[in-house]
């Protein structure tokens, strides 16, 4: 399983624009990239997956280079409600197409007023 | 996508006691995940649970201690045996997020597990 470094915590100001980078060096070719939010007292929640180039949904962005080493989930105009931590997953196969994933230690934002 | 019902939400319990841990999914799944996340840590994978065979335990996980039950393709249950205060923490079941999507995950709200 490819380990995943992310930083530990990140401010912003409400408003932002906010972008957290995941490195993930030993990414096999087989892998996705995965980014899951997780309030207090709550389970993860699936945010968006990529395998390259860019993906965007309702909730955020994905950019991932071509060398698929590393991956910046980006949340435009962030809230206050935005306040969480955020996990990037990569994971590989468990042969039936379903995905092994390993939690790293994830990125505490906090989002100030 | 899929949705999870967990129970209990909370317990506090005596250590020595076991505590059994119930995971309701509103539609058919084959593998159904239990995750442990200590208090301000990240999870970790407890065991993977398929139904009509035996769950696959993660390194430092053992049956013994975190039995699995798998009867159904909507159900599962995870017991924390013989509990100590080190036992202390969320314990999360986890499903693929919907059918055929086989490379995202949806989680149940946890089971915070106080062991006195």
């Known amino acids: 399983l490819a380990k995943t470094t992310q930083p530990i915590s990140m401010d912003s100001y409400e408003g932002q624009e906010v972008n957290i980078t995941c490195s993930h060096n030993n990414i096999a070719t087989n892998d996705y990239i995965t980014w899951y939010q997780q309030f207090p007292s709550q389970g993860p929640r699936f945010i968006i997956q990529g395998y390259k180039t860019k993906v965007t949904n309702e909730v955020a962005s994905l950019f991932i280079p071509a060398d698929r080493k590393s991956s910046t989930l980006s949340l435009p105009r962030v809230s206050l409600s935005d306040t969480a931590v955020y996990y990037c997953l990569v994971g590989d196969s468990f042969g039936g197409g379903y995905q092994k994933v390993t939690f790293g230690t994830g990125t505490k934002l906090q989002v100030i007023p | 996508s899929a949705v999870i019902s967990q129970k209990p939400s909370r317990d506090i319990c005596q250590r020595g006691t076991s505590l059994t841990i119930q995971c309701q999914v509103d539609?058919?799944?084959?593998?159904m995940f239990w995750y442990r996340q200590q208090p301000g840590q990240s999870l970790t994978l407890i065991a993977t649970a398929n139904q009509g065979s035996e769950a696959t335990y993660e390194s430092g996980f053992v049956i013994d201690k975190f039995p699995i039950s798998r009867p159904n393709l909507t159900f599962s249950t995870l017991t924390v045996s013989n509990m100590s205060p080190e036992d202390s923490s969320i314990y999360l079941c986890?499903?693929?997020?919907?059918?055929?999507?086989?490379?995202?995950?949806?989680f149940g709200s946890g089971t915070r597990l106080t062991v006195v």
């Open positions: 986890s499903v693929e997020l919907s059918k055929g999507f086989n490379y995202g995950y949806t």
């Open positions: 539609s058919q799944v084959t593998m």
